[in-house]
């Protein structure tokens, strides 16, 4: 008897939900906000997102085969071991992206979606979730890899002090921040489809005029904790990128006058023209590493307003249609984070490259996409440990004010190319 009535509820308990969710469509049937037509609704708009992700994936796909192909490879290189969490994480992202309608619950409210939607609820959440985790894990390699310029040329930390004590830490940290934000917005139910905001399963209210506190709202995440923590986390990897960005051209900047300093010294009291030549030229090195971590630093604050700015513009906006061009923009750029990052990967191997081995520039290009680029940004790295070394020497000998004091190594003859010498300690 007890078992009759459990069934007999259950099924009564099935009927209220089916009949609540028909009541829920037929509520909206009429509803004129429906009717609304944007660019991401349309075939237009999906196809433009459709393109940018695949042009990203294959971009982040060539930079992962490079780094493989390379001598240095994964394991002998930090650089490459952060642009390949980057590059992984940007794919992880933009192959969601490139889904578009697909996950999309195929009973949704929303008619105007000219794409194929063949999802459901959980279609829809599994979206949302990889998008996500993609874009925050890789806003938290973008500060990763600042503190990693940061390291060493601010604070001269060698390439193996880093792998052991800070590197570990940064990859936990980057990987947990996506992970936990994501899972924490899917199990809130976050992610919905809306003509409004994007052709894929983003962050949005549902349906997307609904009001905070109003009963009508499902996944109002303005109110929740993952959205709070979302925009702490990229806060937080944004004021790492400048922070470190001003430490570094501070420090090269310090350089850069300690040289001048030492210029005049050089002319009016004698002091060793060896020395001075060597900490130029490795300055510049530094410099051209400097260049490297600017235009890292200009395109992961343009993520950054891709990802988090123009969103939380779109939000403020609350019901308002974004303008064409916003849309436009929104759609063609928002995944092409993977693609800019390769061109500054690529561009700087082959620059190093002609550095190495006077030669076209296209000719270098070719080498670097074949893997066989010899050094790169390695060899540069290492100019900033020489410079660890004899910046220190340096300030030994200033601080004497002696110009008896002679170096107990012999003299070291500069290359005529213009690379580090490799006597040097």
């Known amino acids: 008897m007890s078992l009759f009535t459990s069934d007999r509820n259950l099924l009564h308990s099935i009927v209220i939900e089916t009949e609540g969710q028909q009541h829920q469509v037929e509520q909206h049937e009429h509803d004129e906000r429906l009717d609304i037509t944007t660019l991401y609704t349309s075939w237009a708009g999906i196809i433009v997102t459709v393109i940018s992700s695949v042009i990203s994936i294959v971009a982040s796909a060539v930079v992962i ?15 490459h071991r952060i642009l390949f969490g980057m590059s992984a994480a940007d794919i992880i992202q933009t192959l969601a992206l490139a889904f578009t309608t697909l996950p999309m619950p195929r009973d949704m409210i929303y008619t105007n979606f000219q794409g194929l939607i063949i999802g459901n609820n959980a279609s829809c959440l ?17 500060a990763m890899l600042s503190l990693y310029y940061l390291f060493f040329i ?29 899972s924490l917005m899917t199990s809130s139910g976050s992610y919905h489809p809306s003509p409004l905001s994007t ?5 949005d209210k549902y349906p997307y005029w609904c009001t905070a506190g109003g009963g009508d709202c499902d996944g109002d995440v303005t109110q929740t904790a993952p959205y709070v923590l979302a925009y702490l986390i990229s806060i937080t990897s944004v004021c790492i990128l400048v922070s470190s960005m001003i430490l570094i051209v501070t420090a090269v900047r310090g350089q850069q006058l300690r040289m ?3 210029n005049s010294l050089v002319a009016s009291r004698g002091t060793e023209a060896r020395d001075l030549e060597r900490e130029a030229h490795i300055l510049a090195k530094t410099k051209i590493v400097m260049k490297q971590a600017i235009a890292y630093t200009l395109i992961n604050m343009f993520g950054f307003v891709m990802i988090v700015v123009l969103p939380f513009i779109r939000n403020y906006n609350e019901g308002q249609v974004p303008s064409m061009t916003f849309q436009v923009f929104f759609l063609i750029f928002r995944p ?12 700087h191997k082959a620059f190093a490259f002609q550095r190495a081995h006077p030669t076209k520039f296209y000719t270098a290009l070719g080498k670097v996409l074949k893997g066989e680029e010899d050094e790169g940004d390695d060899r540069v790295i290492s100019d900033l440990l020489i410079l660890k070394k004899h910046s220190a020497l340096g300030r030994v000998r200033f601080a004497f004010d002696d110009n008896s004091y002679e170096s107990s190594a012999p003299p070291i003859e500069l290359p005529p190319t213009g ?3 490799t006597g040097l300690p």
């Open 260 to 262: 001048n300093n030492k």
């Open 419 to 421: 690379l580090p010498p």
């Open 65 to 79: 085969g490079i780094i493989y192909r390379s001598a240095k490879g994964l394991k002998n290189s930090v650089y």
């Open 126 to 142: 599994a979206q949302g979730f990889f998008v996500s985790f993609g874009a925050v894990t890789g806003l938290m390699y973008n």
């Open 336 to 347: 092409l984070q993977g693609l800019l990052n390769s061109i500054i990967f690529i561009c």
């Open 154 to 182: 601010r604070y001269n930390m060698s390439n193996e002090e880093f792998a052991r004590w800070i590197e570990p830490l940064l990859h936990v940290v980057s990987v947990l921040s996506g992970l936990i934000t994501a």
């Open 199 to 203: 052709s894929w399963c983003g962050v």
